[in-house]
């Protein structure tokens, strides 16, 4: 049974980093694309971060870009999202989230599956 969980969000102060960490079980890592998604209280979900399988390529959403990096360990099956320089407008829930077989990463909205999300709190 596939199994998405997030760890490792918290509560920073504007400029402070955090790295999220995304456990995935029950599919075989490494033939998937993935990615993190956020969502906000009272906004529409929005696309963060994509890597391709073999980490050959990632896409990042224009208000991360050059501030967050994402990463993945095909031995732990962890996919990483480290975020530097964050922003009060970053707080939000962070999915971590499974592209459906055979995609890439050419859009920020189309995932299998998600976990339970993980918050991330950033205060000015």
């Known amino acids: 049974q596939e199994q998405v969980v997030e760890s490792g969000g918290g509560s920073v102060q504007t400029g402070g980093s955090l790295r999220l960490s995304c456990s995935i079980s029950?599919?075989?890592?490494?033939?998937?694309?993935m990615g993190w998604f956020r969502q906000a209280p009272g906004k529409e979900s929005e696309g963060v971060a994509c890597?391709?399988?073999?980490?050959?390529?990632?896409n990042y959403a224009d208000p991360v870009k050059g501030r967050f990096t994402i990463s993945r360990d095909g031995v732990k099956r962890i996919l990483y999202l480290q975020m530097n320089t964050l922003k009060p407008e970053d707080t939000a829930s962070y999915y971590c989230?499974?592209?459906?077989?055979?995609?890439?990463?050419?859009?920020?909205?189309?995932?299998?599956?998600w976990g339970r999300g993980t918050q991330v709190t950033v205060s000015s």
């Open positions: 029950g599919l075989s890592f490494d033939a998937y694309a």
């Open positions: 890597i391709t399988p073999g980490a050959l390529r990632t």
């Open positions: 989230a499974v592209k459906p077989f055979g995609q890439a990463c050419g859009n920020l909205y189309e995932w299998r599956s």
